[in-house]
């Protein structure tokens, strides 16, 4: 059996001293803690914002739908007749409303796929 002898190990000695791994900061693990942190968070505010863009869309497609029905006995608003503002008011309505629902939906779905 072989002995090592005193050159062996102190080489092997200062091997193993400069393989250590050094952080390059003191505080470098605490910022990517901290980091990881606000991204989490993050995204439970993305995920609140979502929700509530959803329901204020909801209820802002309902309460409009209901003023036109409560408007709809009316024959003159200022001079002009409502057949021609409704007109008007369904085109711009329902453009935006496909626009609105486009956005959201694609916000809703990118935002899932980032998650997983």
């Known amino acids: ?5 005193k050159n062996s190990e102190d080489n092997l000695k200062r091997l193993i001293k400069d ?3 050094e952080m390059p900061f003191s505080d470098f693990e ?13 995204e439970k505010v993305i995920d ?3 929700r509530l863009s959803w329901l204020f869309f909801v209820l ?10 409560i408007l709809s006995p009316v024959n003159t608003i ?3 007749s409502v057949s021609k503002l409704f007109l008007s008011f369904y085109i711009v309505s329902g453009t935006l409303l496909l626009l609105f629902v486009e956005h ?7 935002h899932r796929k980032q998650r997983q």
């Open 78 to 80: 200022l001079g002009i």
């Open 19 to 21: 393989s250590r791994l």
């Open 48 to 50: 609140r914002n979502i």
């Open 30 to 42: 605490d910022k990517v803690m901290d980091r990881i942190k606000n991204e989490v968070s993050n």
């Open 1 to 5: 059996m072989d002995i090592p002898n």
């Open 104 to 110: 959201l939906w694609e916000l809703t779905f990118k």
């Open 60 to 69: 802002g497609t309902v309460f409009g739908m209901l003023l036109s029905v």
